[in-house]
């Protein structure tokens, strides 16, 4: 867990409508990927911990048995639902509200356990420890990332058709809304979140890892609508941290878009992805 911060239900409250469609999707080849590394032949049971609106897990159902989403955010938990329903992959999905912590919660034992960029948001050693427990002789645990620094793949971004997102005003505009230090929940984070996964997994008697890097999407383009969905589905920008204010930075937010592209159209590289596989 981060130090001096504690988890409340309000992490990515009201971010779920905004996921899909604002978070940059993660490498094309992530799914081919990983069901060569696992060995997976359909017939794997698979839990993913934190999983947001169902992104990874989905990514894998084709070469899995059987996949177990787990969020406490019950928006994350309706959007994977919805998702699941359209790809019709129910017979194979389970969502289940819960938190980390709260594993193992009945749910089984597990060929694979995936972590996307959620791990750093539990009680680390607890939740390690855990899932060890959950997964079967020879299981293994993922973690998967946005590769950083992304370095070349942003510089790139000049040489496109559109002009680049424009982080770092987004950036400012949102501290200047919500303060210097970023807001997560009800509570601010110092320091950031933590890293040290490697030690903390390993400690828990994970081997490894092997580490994989997918490359990344091509360019793709991005509307100020796919931007402003992109601010309100991470935690330190949520829509509820802006309270009665949200009209108005919204509004800030599209004019500042607007001055950066009047066609309303950004060019945006997403990053290569990152896993590290652990052995069980």
Known sequence: MVDGWEWDDTLFAGCAPHYTRGRLPYAPGLGDTLAGAL??????????????????????APWCGEIVGVDPDHGMIAEAERVCAERALDAKARWVRARAEELPAGLGAFDVAVFAQSFHWTD????????????????????VSDLKPEGARVAGVEGLPHPAVPHAAIGELVRERLGPVRRAGRGVLTRGTPGGEAEILARAGFRGPRRLVVPGAPPLVRTADDVVAGVFSMSFSAPHLFGPHLAAFEADLRRLLHRASPADRFSELPPDTEVFVWGA
């Open 124 to 143: 680390r050693e607890l939740v390690a420890a855990t899932v060890k427990g959950m997964l079967r002789t020879g299981g293994s645990l993922v973690h």
């Open 39 to 60: 060995g997976l032949d359909g017939r794997a049971r698979l839990i993913d911990v934190g999983c947001g609106p169902g992104t990874v897990a989905l990514a894998l």
